[in-house]
């Protein structure tokens, strides 16, 4: 019996939704470390029972905390983040020199294939990989020793490495992204880094073509086309059809181009989603209306989807890590909000419901297709 | 015995039931041995009360004894006698912060 579990983290705790393939019907379990600010979860692609989750505290630090039966139970693995070698400065909000500090891990990303291989992005911006199932991490230094790395400045969400996406045909690749310094790709499984931000525009960095410096929000990739990325930029919508070595714009019609989730279908990859988002300063949807946006066409040609979702006085974001997509038949899209509000559609967006209306706000959703 | 009071998030991250734990120091019963032999007992405290390596203590966390604030006190510095007798606890305290 196939169905979906959503891992929905949020400000106070995490919460586990779970149906059978119809996604009627939700069973709510939660809040699951209560009180503690859960910035991601995620399930191994290699064993959906395998669950890694980033549990951070502004008193009591980072925790990282596993399941090995589907979220039933967890137990606290590794949190010690050391940075390799010399730390090293990166630059302050003032211009000057900044030792990196770690804060917290804002997304986990586990490896296709092996439960006990992980990802973590980290802020300050570091990516850490683990071989033993979370008991020990160690970082990919060739990131942050990339030349560019005492230039990163970081915004006003800070340092953070947000994005990491692994590329199913080629084990060696990897892409990520940093706010506020840019995109980068590994090819050599880490070792070394490029930035890949050519065609990326910012008007708000002294060189808006600068080969870092930028906002990136988050990218997203259809597992069966790797080499096309799509970007929500902190504004803009871009796309790259070589592997993000070049970038063109694909806001085309929507109302906004700022947002920070973007996502394809599961089965469609010319398919894609955002939530445009009124500005910078204005963190909510424009006019009070909860609109996502579909593009059938790879960008530029974008359609409101608003069955379902409040068309008046709505005035709640969606973070960058919020919405997520399940593989089922039809596929499911799923969104939550700064309100509390978890929305699925299981008909490619065309319609919405909200499954819980009241959690504390979220801050990522993933979606597992489970067997 | 050392008697130890934790908060209640910490409580709950080391599964213990209670606000109190005790914890054994060998040798002299200072703030840093007595952390010590709480993260040998607990080992998922580590880094949740002070830096793994550093042994810094976290920003908002602070230590009182005897109606005395020791936060700032240096880790080798001894803990007040009815803390080492076991009359009175050693509290680890989410320190108020926010709104």
Known sequence: MSGVRLL????????????????????????????????????????????????????????????????????????????????????WYDGTPHPWEFKRVWHLEPSLDD???????????????????????????????????????????????????????????????????????????????????????????????????????RIAMHPSRPDVLFMQKHWDVMRSDDAGDSWHEVSGNLPTDFGFPIDVHAHEPETIYVVPIKSDSEHYPPEGKLRVYRSRTGGNEWEALTNGLPQRDCYVNVLRDAMTVDSLDSCGIYFGTTGGQVYASTDSGDSWHAIVHDLPAVLSVEAQTLQ | MIRVVLPVHLRTLARVDGSEVEVEVSGEATQGAVLD???????????????????????????????????????????????????????????????
């Open chain 2, 37 to 99: 032999a709480l993260e040998e007992k607990f080992p998922m405290l580590r880094g949740a009360i002070r830096d793994h390596v550093t042994h810094k203590r976290r920003d908002f966390i602070r230590f009182f004894a005897c109606q005395e604030d020791l936060s700032h006190d240096p880790p080798d510095t001894p803990l007040p006698n009815a803390v080492i007798e076991g009359q009175e606890p050693f509290l680890v305290v989410g320190a108020m912060a926010g709104g």
């Open chain 1, 115 to 217: 439960p006990d291989t992980v990802y973590a992005g980290v802020e300050d911006a570091a990516m850490f990989r683990t071989t033993d199932g979370g008991k020990t991490w160690h970082e990919l230094p060739g990131l942050r020793g990339h030349g560019s790395g005492p230039a990163w400045q970081p915004g006003a969400g800070g340092l953070c490495l947000h994005t990491i996406l692994l590329d199913p045909s080629n084990e060696k690749r990897m892409f990520i992204a940093i706010s506020a310094a840019g995109a980068f790709r590994t090819d050599d499984t880490g070792e070394t880094w490029k930035p890949i931000n050519q065609g990326l525009k910012s008007e708000g960095i002294p060189d808006p073509k600068a080969e870092v410096g930028h906002c990136v929000h």
């Open chain 1, 8 to 91: 929905v983290g949020t400000r106070k705790g995490a919460f586990i939704l779970t149906s059978d393939g119809k996604r009627k019907a939700w069973d709510v379990n939660g809040p699951l470390f209560a009180g503690w600010e859960m910035y991601h979860l995620k399930g191994s692609p290699a064993d959906q029972d395998r669950l890694y989750a980033s549990q951070t505290s502004g008193w009591f630090g980072q925790q990282v905390q596993r399941s090995d039966d589907g979220g039933k139970t967890w137990e606290p693995v590794g949190n010690e983040f050391a940075y390799d070698g010399v730390t090293g400065t990166h630059q």
